[in-house]
């Protein structure tokens, strides 16, 4: 007998780990925000049936039903922590049917989701979750109270059933290793003395999004509909543009050499009225004729971060092939931030989100450094109110020569 359920529990182990570890080759969820602290917990408990098989006596096992209370933080769609606290068994007998010992345990697990691994789908009713974790467990008997403090770990699969936005059912099938001497006992080679296997049903209840949270993602949300309606077709859209404004320099820039063309005849005919006149009008519109162009749209950033995430870095991309497409196109990339903090600080702030950007685009996407510069003007410049989260961003300009 324990030899079966050991080689259940190997199996069970290489098929676990296996398959997490082919999943690791798989690319991650993309645009999944980061939360807070508080975001994303959940409670639940479980309850089953558990056996237990001594290595000193392979002949007798134990078993009966028991169960765990829990809390488990979602960090990110592929995996999660639990922190649990339980009696797999809480009432149980031997093989023989006479009545004996019973333990609780106290440990840490980690859940990585298998499915999601190979594709995230936020819509999914159902996951399959591989569960591995550690913590310490306590023996006891009816005749004689409690006994040894040990160690415990514990491996397995788990199978769940999300049936609302809160509320997920759950079945796992754990193998457990307990009676496993503490590390002042290792040296005398102490064996594990109990195998455990748990299938268990459970039921989990997550409490969603801080308020906070929920305001962020909102906002997130209005800033990309209000900011990226170009990448609605990214190259395509972003081309037209640069076209578009090309026109108007050449257009601007031919209405410019006529003034000129005057003044000279102007200057020609030493008629000075004239001469003072046209310059004063090709010099504004020289100062009109700004040294850049904005392009459609920003990177915009979380408050004090200057890290460009997954789902900004669609923006680096559509740029970074617009520039390979347009050898002549030039940026200048310019950094701002909220009213939030320090000048000084800010200033900093902005000149470490231009230059990570440029960096992004340099050695990500292989843009040409030499027709990229850097600009930070801090909360010197705001967009609307001051405070508004669309000021934390970076801006990209066309440079004209």
Known sequence: MTKKVLQFG??????????SAFAQEKPRVQDYPRMGFWSNWSIGADFGYNM?????????YYHGFGGHVFFQKKIHPLWSIRLSLGMPRMNQSDSTGATDNRY???SVDVLWSIINAFSYNPERKVDLHWLGGFGGA????????????????????????FLSEHSTLFIEGILGMNDVPFPTNWVKGGPIQQCNTNIVLGYMYNFGLTKADQELLAQKGALRNDNCDALNDQINDLASELATSKQNERKLENRVNDLENELAMAKKNQNDAANSELQKRIDQMKNDQLTYYALPFSVNYDVNQYTVTDEEQVKLKAIANVMKADSDLKLNIVGFCDATGSDEYNQKLSQKRAENVKNILVKKYGVDGDRLTCDWKGKTVAFGDGQNAINRRVSFYRMID
Do not use: E, V
Request: hydrophobic letters at 40%.
């Open 138 to 161: 306590i023996n006891g008997r009816r005749d004689n109270g409690l006994g040894l403090g040990t160690l415990y770990f514990r491996t397995g699969l788990g199978l769940d059933f």
């Open 104 to 106: 609780g345990t106290a």
């Open 52 to 60: 237990q098989i001594r290595s000193n006596c392979p002949d007798t």
């Open 10 to 19: 190997l199996l069970l182990a290489i098929l676990s780990f296996s398959m």
